[in-house]
Nanobody, 127 residues
């Protein structure tokens, strides 16, 4: 198993930046494909970004391409999401998720494909 704890959320003005972190404990972090999801009130959960075990295969939803960057540090058991040029539509709870039993290069876009979840961190962007 792996335990996930997100941090780095907060209140920021439009155009600002935040860096989310996800600290993992438990089994070897490099055994998991990882993802960042978000959910706003009244909206469905969506995959914002995903990354393979080796970090070489990444995904971004269209609305964040060019603004967000996902990365991982397997030596530090950490996942990151650098978020720039934030806008009010980015306001949501952000969750990191881990998927076990996968190849080194796969990444996953659907919540049902993930086995472990953090409790989330709130990001609020004011206009």
């Amino acid at each position: 198993q792996v335990q996930l704890v997100e941090s780095g959320g907060g209140l920021v003005q439009a155009g600002g930046s935040l860096r989310l972190s996800c600290a993992a404990s438990g089994r070897a972090f490099d055994m998991y494909a990882m993802g960042w999801f978000r959910q706003a009130p009244g909206k469905e959960r969506e995959c914002v970004s995903a990354i393979s075990r080796n970090g070489g295969n990444t995904y971004y939803t269209n609305s964040v391409k060019g603004r967000f960057t996902i990365s991982r540090d397997n030596a530090k058991n950490a996942l990151y999401l650098q978020m720039n040029s934030l806008n009010p539509e980015d306001t949501a709870g952000y969750y990191c998720a881990a998927r076990a039993r996968t190849s080194v290069t796969n990444r996953f876009l659907q919540g049902k494909d993930y086995h472990y979840w953090g409790l989330g961190t709130q990001v609020t962007v004011s206009s």
